[in-house]
Nanobody, 124 residues
């Protein structure tokens, strides 16, 4: 079993910053990718940022230049540094990870895991 535990959400004024963390634990062989998605009320869940093995990152256009995703492989933890926050960033943020679990079997694809979500609210 694998668990993703998020932390760092909260209430912040527009222009402020928050840092989200997502720690993966359990029967992990290797983590292929980690990312953050968000879902605002009445809207579909959307990709915010993602980082894959080797450190390659991609971002939603709406957060480029403001958000930075990083990963500490030794701790199986991903971070999302969010700066210059805007009211439209308000959403529940979910951590996602593609993980090869133990025991590792050749040919078995990576499994997709989600965190419980953390609320980010940006006031104007």
């Amino acid at each position: 079993q694998v668990q993703l535990v998020e932390s760092g959400g909260g209430l912040v004024q527009a222009g402020g910053s928050l840092r989200l963390s997502c720690a993966a634990s359990g029967s992990i062989f290797s983590i292929i990718a980690m990312g953050w998605y968000r879902q605002a009320p009445g809207k579909q869940r959307e990709l915010v940022a993602r980082i894959i093995s080797g450190g390659i990152t991609n971002y939603a256009d709406s957060v480029k230049g403001r958000f930075t995703i990083s990963r500490d492989s030794a701790k199986n933890t991903a971070y999302l540094q969010m700066n210059s926050l805007k009211p439209e960033d308000t959403a529940v943020y979910y951590c996602n990870a593609a993980i090869f679990t133990l025991p590792r079997r050749a040919g078995t694809p990576a499994s997709d895991y989600w965190g419980q979500g953390t609320q980010v609210t940006v006031s104007s």
